[in-house]
């Protein structure tokens, strides 16, 4: 049909290319096949109406901690422009460290009988570990090379990552630690007719939390004002006073900071750590960032709870209506093709980027 | 027929009509200035004529085939080059390897050739070669010799200016659009580069259309002056017709006075 | 709203002075010399006239002694050890990425079964050289390379992985020497059971881990027997392992009458299985078996219990979860677990205790007692075959090596009692099916608490 | 160097003021760093991993890794500052070595309060490593008061030393640090330079180097450092020389030497693995096969500035299209073709594979790129493993049974074989790489990476470059992944994770991104150095992070940096003064 237009219009070179005709074979194939797999998983009845919003809130819970984590790669990215791969590790950090302090209040009991003051000094134990790890990381791996091609620091990012996986293997062994379970958030609420696990509860409403706090922060502050400047132009803010080099540790303490409160709650619900917990949902809160719209705040928050319902609800909704079996082994890759599928209908995120809209 | 025609053409950014309704021509032969106040939609016109951004409504044709949907190689290739206001030059690779990339969308060897490197491929590659020396040589010894081999973002302001000139020619192009070719220049190299840009048209055989600040360049080659000012043509014809207009005066000196006017 | 985007940088031109070669090259060596300081093989040597412990996996006692006769060497050669040099095996195992603790393990295993001998056989100092398999080919691949290439490595401990064990027992066996694993399962690498070798089988492999069939024909035999279930969901983790052996499992229930309801998957790193214990429930599953690894299996047996549907589903584990840091836990209370029988009397507790010493945490997976075993089986078949000259040179003959691991029978060891057969399968046949219960709460307890006895033919 | 040098002091003294002095307060941020440092490898379990393996002459491991960390940091405490402008050179001095001597100390401390700590608390069930064999090793097993006196003294001493080597004269300085490297080299890969010494048929160096029980024998270190240091110091200033010369050849002389460089290559890579033998061949052939694959994102990232972190996908294509077409064992359908016949069908669906994987992502911006590829390197490795495709690829238990590899009557089996065939196929790579930058169409790459809009105005399609860009990368991977298949003899998704992605990027950025001769080394070093550093065995990764670090931070260039990253202005200002010279002749001929 375009390509009949095109021809209409007169002479010249073709309108139409191979690129055109492959992302629109693309993109019909998806919502073909995403109607078609959903109208046989709905129709075939498998999973009941409740059931299906359990998955629903499985994934805005997931999501939820991968919001939490991005939060920190979209900060780093935003005002540094380049992907800090170690921040994955900067999550498993927290969560290691908390899991000794939880270990020793577990054993003192103040665990069993305060848990509320147990989980406030724990989370603080995890928020000051995290972020003395983003910072150690920014003044040894990445400030030397402020002014380096940003695939520099991407490097030393991937070899501070593999540091610090292996240090705290060496450090702290390489099982897995078992964080000890907090019998006051055992149980379920119902929220709107919604089963909510407490846990799972608690994640989502402090993901919002903190979104919210990171997002007065960057627009309300003094901080937040000299974090936007550098962002938009290092050495202007310096002249226009700012300083460069602590802001920028502010943006990675903040940044620490958020992946410490995931690492907790990291804790609290899935109740394990060991040194390769920080790799996968690094790659996933990169992934939510990216599909958000990168260097965008709200974004993250809105591509982490994309990606953790799409891999919570696409593999039985699509795949298995499709009839592939073993649907859940393939969710990585249903969240991959979502963000290749969002990226070719919409090539800046969900949200959006500044720049990329100027330029557009 | 005219060489460059816009029907109509308008490109809005978040409601701001960069360009608004245009209708403007350029002929064959022609050495065209488009003058206006910061912001009047000169530079966007030419990212629209070079198919860097696309048009919301409207036409332009070049030789009588519209340019709106077409991506910028198929554009250059058709016969319009161009320059950028903030020198944009391939900074890491050499002055004659600048050049040479004009010569990309006239010549055909792919992968496989190159590869293989057949009789073709080699005799293709000596004509890029020759041809983008010998747009460089058009500016007298400033870019050949050991310039050749040095990297872009070595040059002095000046040269930059003349080797993105030098790769727009290489490009063989029919309509030559400068970006405020002289914009940093001191006054003699400003009066060198306004002979220059006669130059190109008398031995080249360019048509030219430029963005100019500086009204003595503006003067000296113009064969016709077309003012814009929020994206609209408001006054056209020569130097001095333009010059002397009431709507121009008065577009700028709301905005800013103008040297030599 | 928007964090800005910082302005790109055109890729400035970083260079530098002295940019050469030979300078990089120098830096990386002497940065490998400042940062790690000297090197050589990670080994173990301990001096000669420490403590013999004795256990119960210690070896039959017939050293051969045959001072007269010159030594001839079989086909495939012969090592020899003089005087006051080490004998040397290897340990091929996973120690490094995602599943490093299940290399480390096995690698534990084996220095305490050296310890055990108090670092010495036939009087010369045992040598251990670890490397790595990285669970993959080409680390299986790199790492054999690297063992046959020291003429003197009598034997290999390892693999730890299957798709390691692949090509690791290719190069193994063209060099000639033996390889015995701790947690290879798959029926390519030894045969189906039934008298047919499997597509890797090679010549010198061994192993003391249990072929998938085997165990899991008894899981399904016990869920469809015993407990009378009969509608089942498989979850494996894309492990060849675990993928084996919940296919197995799957095969025999159905051969016994059962029904698979849900043949699923996770992937090696995920956490949140409630999705996917959502189509379980769906499916109306009795029982999940589910032989996968830490932590994934944690999270499927803590998960199962908040997803309505799965309230009274009962949950089945293999040897892979048989842990001391996963049935600590209170959320496998109730939960059945598939793997080797478990020896008579303490010495797996004294193991324990030893590992526990010597390491400071209790065995972090799964396979030590089988790599202990392992390294224990192969010490005995050189014990039994080696020619001690007067001096104490010791003659190692590859090919004798070989027989008289195909000849073991009857050894006891941690893992029960083990008997190869001509494919090097070794484990003992028998498979224990324990259950962790309010009054099992660590791994000792668990062991002990076996309500099925599964012996093949039987 | 020396050149900026000479040329200052050529200027009149008196203009010049003195450089500061070494900052002694420094010093002792520089020791608490040390102190830390030991603190950590020895809480990491390092020190005691490493405590069996003599190194030199009854010094082992463990031990080094110990004293080295007051060495390095004493060395950086007394480093003197860089020359400014206008400042006289920096003094060298007992000042340094007083520097050094103070981080020493402080380091000494810190770990003898570790040392006190451990022995006051038991904090093993926090820090498995921190066990009671530690604290003897740390404390030489005599007690509080003897580690106090040894660890603090000996620190004392070494970081001593390591001040010291600032004060060296630069003549003297550069040849015995390099030959310490050298002596620590030998002793640390033993293993490595027995088999070499083996395969070369001189085994009586093994005898001569090292001891029984391992480690350099004192001859033996004393050969090996006497034997660099005459070598380096003979050489410094040939080398010099060479270098300016290489630098100042035609063109037409400088590819005369290209192509007799070549021709030694060829001859060396013919004979090297019957030196090497079967291991180190492995090691070899692995970085071959990562070789081939850097080589080929070296294309799409280096010239074309595709930033593809899911390089793997194309990898694993061509391994799983070798495994199926020529392997008995392949589950659905197996037409055991041989590899020259399975070939094209290999190209065929690396071609496929690169055309879906670059075609989504043609209009996205660098790191969005990023992450897009990513996920396709994940969506393939995940494919070959599911349950759903298992039909036709396996699934988790692989394909096994893959052939050796024939070309024609040739077959190649073992590691030593496979070297010649991956470094042909290497040779040929490194050629098409060459062939492309140097062509209309590689010229359209760069300009694209430098700035894609104006490329585009320029006349560069760049949707066919970067589709070019993505099929050629994905078939450089494919026949590394079918060679890789061959080799190993099966396939398993396992070999397909991101982290060979990863490594491949490290490679060519370390390398010098865009050079060839850095892609080549970049490969040998990072691929050889982790199989090296099996010596290291759990630790190895550890130490990789480290070194990716610094190299980055000392050399963000990468070890052979592009021809466009390496034009360094003095050349710039070499050619230029040489350029004039010959007019400024010309002009006086004709003026004459």
Not at chain 3, 235 to 260: K, W
């Amino acid at each position: 049909m375009t390509a009949a237009s095109a021809a209409a219009t007169g002479r010249g070179p073709s309108r139409f290319g191979f690129v055109k005709g492959f992302l629109w074979a693309v993109r019909i194939l998806a919502v073909f096949g995403i109607l078609w797999g959903s109208y046989f998983s709905i129709t075939g009845g498998r999973l009941s109406f409740d059931q299906w919003k359990d998955l629903m809130v499985f994934g805005v819970a997931q999501g939820s901690v991968y919001a939490l984590i991005a939060l920190g790669y979209t900060m780093v990215y935003g005002v540094l422009g380049f992907i800090n791969f170690a921040h994955g590790e900067v999550f498993m950090s927290g969560a290691m460290i908390g899991f000794f302090a939880a270990n020793y209040l577990n054993q003192t009991g103040l665990w069993a009988s305060q848990p509320f003051l147990s989980l406030f000094i724990v989370l603080l134990v995890c928020m000051t570990a995290s972020t003395l790890v983003a910072v150690g990381v920014e003044r040894v791996a990445y400030r030397p090379l402020r002014n380096a091609p940003r695939l520099i620091p991407l490097i030393t990012s991937i070899g501070a990552s593999f540091f610090l996986q292996y240090a705290f293997r060496g450090l702290f062994g390489a099982g897995v630690k078992s964080y000890p379970a907090v019998r006051a958030l055992d149980g379920a609420w119902n929220v709107l007719g919604f089963r909510v696990i407490k846990t799972q509860g608690i994640v989502i409403l402090a993901a919002v939390g903190m979104m919210v706090l990171l997002y007065l922060l960057v627009e309300r502050t003094k901080t937040g004002r000299a974090m936007r400047a550098v962002a938009e132009d290092q050495e202007i803010a310096r002249l226009m006073g700012v300083d460069v080099d602590r802001t920028i540790v502010t943006v990675f303490a903040v940044g620490g900071a958020m992946a410490g409160v995931a690492g907790l709650l990291w804790g609290l619900v899935f109740q394990q750590v060991f040194f390769f917990t920080g790799f996968l949902p690094g790659i996933k809160a990169f992934t939510s960032a990216v599909l958000g719209g990168i260097g965008n705040i709200v974004g993250a928050m809105v591509g982490g709870l994309v990606l953790g319902a799409v891999e919570s609800i696409g593999p039985s909704l699509v795949l298995a209506g499709l009839g592939v079996p073993a649907a859940h082994q393939l969710k990585d890759v249903v969240a991959f093709l979502a963000l290749v599928l969002v990226l070719v209908f919409r090539p800046t995120g969900i949200m959006g980027e500044r720049l990329a809209e100027e330029r557009a | 027929m005219p060489l460059l025609e816009t029907q109509g053409l308008t490109k809005v950014f978040g409601g701001l009509h960069a360009i608004d309704d245009l209708d403007l021509h350029i002929e064959e032969g022609e050495i065209v200035s488009v003058i206006g106040p910061n912001g009047a939609g000169k530079t966007t016109f030419f990212n629209l004529v070079s198919g860097m951004i696309q048009p919301d409504s409207g036409k332009i044709l070049f030789e009588g085939i519209d340019l709106v949907g077409l991506a910028p190689h198929q554009i250059l290739e058709l016969g319009i080059a161009r320059t950028f206001q903030n020198v944009r030059l391939f900074q890491n690779m050499t002055v004659l390897e600048n050049a040479m990339v004009g010569q990309h969308a006239r010549t055909r060897s792919g992968p496989i050739r190159a590869i293989l490197r057949t009789p073709g491929f080699r005799a293709e590659e000596e004509a890029i070669r020759r041809k983008a020396e010998e747009a460089l040589a058009f500016f007298g010894t400033r870019l050949i010799g050991y310039r050749l081999e040095q990297p872009a973002f070595v040059l002095s302001y000046a040269n930059r200016r003349r080797l993105e000139i030098a790769r727009a020619m290489a490009t063989e192009p029919k309509l030559l659009l400068l970006d405020e070719p002289t914009a940093g220049m001191n006054p003699r190299e400003t009066l060198e580069l306004t002979e220059l840009i006669a130059r190109l048209r008398d031995e080249k055989g360019f048509t030219i259309c430029l963005i100019e600040h500086d009204m003595r360049v503006v003067r000296g080659v113009s064969d016709r002056v077309i003012c814009l000012d929020y994206g609209r043509k408001i006054a056209e014809g020569t130097y001095h017709e333009v010059a002397t207009n009431e709507r121009v005066i008065e577009a700028y000196l709301g905005t800013k006075a103008v040297e030599g006017v | 709203m928007l964090l800005p985007i910082r302005k790109r940088n055109k890729e400035d031109d970083v260079t530098r002075r002295h940019s050469t070669f030979w300078w990089a090259v120098l830096v990386v060596m002497a940065l490998i010399a400042a940062a790690c300081g000297g090197g050589g093989t990670t080994t173990t040597t301990q001096a000669p006239g420490g403590e013999m412990t004795t256990t119960t996996a210690a070896p039959g006692e017939t050293t051969t002694t045959q001072p007269t006769a010159e030594f001839e060497p079989g086909p495939l050669g012969a090592v020899t050890v003089a005087p006051g040099e080490p004998i040397k095996i290897a340990a091929l195992q996973a120690i490094s990425g995602a599943v490093a603790s299940l290399g480390e393990d096995q690698v534990r295993g084996i220095e305490i079964a050296i310890d055990d001998r108090g670092g010495e056989l036939l009087g010369h100092p045992i040598e251990l050289q670890v490397e790595d398999d990285g669970c993959s080919a080409e680390g299986g691949t790199t790492g054999a390379q690297r063992i046959v290439a020291d003429p003197q490595v009598v034997g290999i401990i390892g693999t730890s992985c299957s798709g390691a064990g692949v090509p690791a027992s290719q190069i193994m066996s063209e060099a000639g020497l033996v390889m015995i694993s701790g947690s290879n399962t798959s029926p390519a690498l030894t045969s189906d059971l039934a008298g047919n070798p499997g597509s890797a089988w090679q010549p010198g492999y061994f192993r003391t881990a249990h072929n998938d069939i085997i165990q899991g024909e008894a899981a399904a035999i016990f869920a469809y027997q015993e407990l009378g279930l009969t509608r089942a969901a498989t979850i494996h983790d894309g492990d060849p392992y675990t993928e084996g052996l919940a296919n197995a499992f799957g095969r025999s229930f159905q051969e016994l009458g059962g029904e698979v309801v849900l043949a699923t998957a996770i992937n090696k790193g995920d956490t949140d299985m409630r999705p996917v214990l959502t189509e379980v429930a769906a499916a109306g599953a009795e029982v999940i078996f589910f032989p996968i690894f830490q932590p994934e299996g944690d999270f499927i047996a803590q998960q199962a219990r908040e997803i309505a549907g799965l309230e009274d589903v009962v949950l089945f584990g293999a040897d892979g979860l048989l842990s001391d840091t996963y049935v600590v836990n209170e959320f496998t209370v109730g939960m059945y677990f598939s793997g080797p029988a478990s020896p008579e009397g303490s010495a797996y507790d004294e193991f324990v205790a030893k590992y526990q010493e010597k390491y400071g945490e209790a065995p972090i997976q799964s396979f030590h007692a089988h790599a202990y075993d392992a390294a224990n089986m192969l010490f005995a078949a050189i014990e039994q075959v080696a020619v001690v000259e007067d001096d104490g040179t010791v003659h190692i003959d590859r090919q004798a090596l070989r027989d008289a691991l195909y000849a073991t029978e009857g050894f006891q060891g941690l893992t029960g009692t083990l008997t190869c057969d001509e494919f090097g399968d070794c484990a003992d046949p028998r498979i224990d099916i324990v259950q962790r219960t309010e009054e099992t709460p660590d791994i000792a307890a668990v062991r002990a608490n076996v309500l099925f006895t599964y012996e093949p033919g039987a | 160097m020396a050149q900026t040098v000479d040329a200052r002091q050529a200027l009149p003294e008196r203009e010049l003021v003195p450089s500061p002095p070494v900052d002694l307060g420094a010093a002792v941020k520089w020791g608490l760093i040390a102190g830390m440092t030991a603190v950590f490898v020895s809480a990491i379990g390092m020190v005691q991993a490493f405590e069996v393996r003599s190194v030199v002459v009854g010094v082992d491991l463990g031990y080094l890794v110990l004293f080295g960390a007051a060495l390095v940091f004493g060395y950086a405490a007394a480093r003197p500052g860089e020359q400014l402008e206008g400042f006289l050179a920096p003094e060298r001095g007992v000042r340094n070595v007083a520097a050094g001597l103070i981080a020493g100390l402080v380091g000494g401390a810190v770990l003898w309060l570790f040392v006190l700590l451990i022995g006051a608390v038991d904090i093993r069930s926090v820090f498995p490593s921190v066990s009671p064999q530690l604290r003897d090793l740390l404390t030489f097993g005599r007690g509080a008061g003897f580690a106090a006196a040894a660890l603090i003294g000996g620190f004392g001493l070494v970081g001593a030393l390591g001040g010291g080597i600032p004060v060296l004269p630069e003549r003297i300085r550069a040849p015995l640090v390099n030959a310490l490297a050298w002596v620590l080299a030998f002793g640390l890969f033993e293993d490595l330079f027995a088999q070499i010494f083996r395969g070369a048929k001189v085994p009586f160096l093994e005898d001569l180097l090292y001891q029984p029980g391992g480690g350099l024998s004192l001859v033996g270190a004393l050969i090996v450092f006497v034997l660099f240091f005459a070598v380096y110091l003979s050489t410094a200033s040939r080398r010099e020389t060479v270098r300016s010369r290489i630098a100042t050849m035609s063109p037409s002389e400088r590819r005369r030497w290209v192509g007799v460089g070549l021709v030694v290559a060829i001859v060396i890579l013919a004979v090297l693995p019957q030196i090497l033998g079967n291991f180190l061949s492995e090691v070899f052939d692995l970085a071959g096969i990562f070789l081939m694959m850097a080589l080929g994102l070296n294309i799409v990232v280096g010239y074309a500035g595709l930033l593809d972190l899911g390089y793997v996908a194309f990898f694993a294509v061509g391994a799983y299209t070798t495994a199926v077409l020529t392997s008995p064992g392949s589950p659905r359908w197996s037409p055991e073709m041989t590899f020259v016949a399975a070939l094209p069908f290999i190209v065929l669906a690396a071609a496929m594979a690169g055309i879906m994987v670059g075609t989504p992502v043609l209009r996205m911006r660098g790191d969005y790129l990023a992450i897009v590829t990513l996920g396709f390197g994940e969506i393939a490795r995940l494919l070959f493993l599911s349950d759903w495709l298992k039909p036709y690829f396996g699934g988790a238990q692989g394909i096994l049974q893959i052939p050796p590899l024939e070309l024609g009557p040739l077959t190649f089996r073992s590691s030593l074989d496979f070297f010649y065939p991956i470094y042909a196929f290497v040779l040929v790579f490194a050629y098409v790489s060459w062939a492309l930058q140097n062509s209309r169409i590689g010229r359209g790459w760069m300009a694209m990476r430098e700035d894609e809009p104006v490329a585009e105005v320029m006349g560069v399609d760049v949707v066919k470059a970067k589709l070019t860009a993505f099929v050629i990368g994905a078939i450089l991977a494919s026949f590394g992944g079918a060679l890789f298949a061959h080799k190993i003899g099966s396939v398993f998704p396992h070999s397909f994770q991101i982290l060979v992605s990863i490594v491949v990027l490290v490679i060519i950025i370390v390398g010098g991104i865009g050079s060839i001769p850095g892609v080549v080394v970049g490969a040998l070093i990072l691929v050889g150095a982790p199989e090296l550093l099996r010596e290291f065995a759990e630790f190895r990764y550890l130490i990789y992070g480290v070194l990716l670090i610094f190299m980055m931070l000392k050399k963000p260039e990468g070890f052979i940096p592009s021809r466009q990253r390496a034009r360094e202005l003095h050349q710039e200002e070499m050619m230029q003064d040489a350029w004039l010279r010959k007019e400024e002749e010309a002009a006086a001929a004709a003026g004459s």
